[in-house]
């Protein structure tokens, strides 16, 4: 009998546990979050998603990210050193469900120490907080480090490090994506392991 209560005492304190509460809680607030940026939001579809690209490519503010495969936004006053973004949605049933968004200071350099992916992650942190309030959680993930996590509603957004010049911060509509058990390449940071 006392191994099942310590058992269950463990188990319920693990962060995998944590995190499923953190969520369930938001869940059931029944409060949603749908704004990302650039006025882009979840639920978007994906028609109005390329309708509203190609405007902001018209007037200047947008162009193709790298190879065609994303859309990239000039990055020149939301973090202390111009960078870029570059990112592209995921659709669930043709609407915008989950935001992957790469950063990378323009002037990064392995030499370049104040431009490294330690620094981009800290900022990149501060303007997600100007833009959706603050109150993230420290996330330590066996593969991808030092991460950050926040649960608001619906929406979940997670910003970690992939290496010495690359920072991603995901936007994560988990209505959705909880439904569909599904998550991008990145998405399931905060699902491994959490640190209060």
Not at 45 to 71: A, E, T
Not at 76 to 105: C, Q, R, S
Not at 136 to 153: C, M, R, T
Request: with cysteine.
């Amino acid at each position: 009998m006392p191994l099942i209560i310590i058992g269950a005492v463990i188990n319920g304190c693990s962060p995998n546990a944590r995190y499923e509460r953190k969520l369930k809680q938001e869940m059931a607030s029944g409060v949603r979050y749908d704004s990302l940026f650039l006025g882009m939001y979840f639920g978007m579809s994906q028609k109005d998603f390329y309708m509203h690209c190609w405007n902001l490519n018209r007037q200047g503010y947008i162009k193709q990210g790298p190879d065609n495969k994303s859309v990239e936004y000039r990055i020149k006053d939301e973090l202390k050193h111009p960078g870029t973004m570059n990112f592209y949605p995921a659709f669930v049933e043709e609407k915008i469900a989950e935001m992957p968004v790469k950063f990378i200071y323009s002037g990064w350099a392995p030499w370049n120490k104040t431009l490294s992916s330690d620094s981009l992650q800290i900022d990149v942190l501060h303007w997600v907080e100007r833009e959706f309030g603050d109150r993230f959680i420290k996330v330590n993930h066996p593969q991808k480090g030092s991460a950050y996590i926040k649960l608001n509603g619906n929406r979940q957004i997670t910003i970690f490090k992939v290496d010495e010049m690359t920072v991603w911060a995901v936007f994560t509509d988990m209505s959705v994506m909880k439904e569909t058990n599904d998550t991008t390449t990145y998405g399931d940071v905060p699902k491994n392991v959490i640190n209060d």
